[in-house]
């Protein structure tokens, strides 16, 4: 990282909810992930932590199955200042939710629905699609459905190193004008190659430090 970059120096796992009063109650600020079932959302969460097993990646489709928190410390130097800052990551389970009855579908559907329209400390969701598709409808009705909701959203167009650079620029623009993006509401990302690790930490901190939306 550069100086005076943010930086995140240390994950550590928090606690696992399906209902409000088990949520943690310390007051920091969330920023959430979600994304289909099998997107890389595990292997993002442990790229961005740089640790490896932080979050489980599994080869099973559906496998978060509750609302995890996880404490994150950034860490920048400014002028030889130390700063400090401290937030939650949400992982939240993949919508898609292979291999589950229909009465699970709904339960999760539910409990990540209030969690979304009623947590007064969540700042961003990161919606994570896989870059080598195009524009699925889960996905597209995924963002619409958080845009009513007055979310703010980061699209984040995971396996890009599965792509050609051109390829994946070409995905990329597809994208935005799919879902009528700037610049700065989408970005691709590589878990094997942690490229953009550290766009998506300063995109995340300006959310962090910046004004309530």
Known sequence: MAKGDWDIIRAQFVTSAVRANQYPTSGLLEIAFIGRSNVGKSSLINSL????????????????QTINFYDLEAKKVVEGIDERSHFYLVDLPGYGFAKTNHDNRDQWSSFIGKYLSESDNLRMVCQLIDIRHKPLASDMECYEWLIHCGLNVQVILTKSDKLSKNA???QKALFKRELGLYEDQIMTYSSAQHNMR??????????IEGPVR
């Open 49 to 64: 932590c740089r640790r490896n097993n932080l979050a489980r990646v599994s080869s099973t489709p559906g496998k978060t």
């Open 198 to 207: 550290g766009e998506l930490i300063g995109r995340i901190m300006k959310t």
């Open 168 to 170: 994946a620029e070409s």
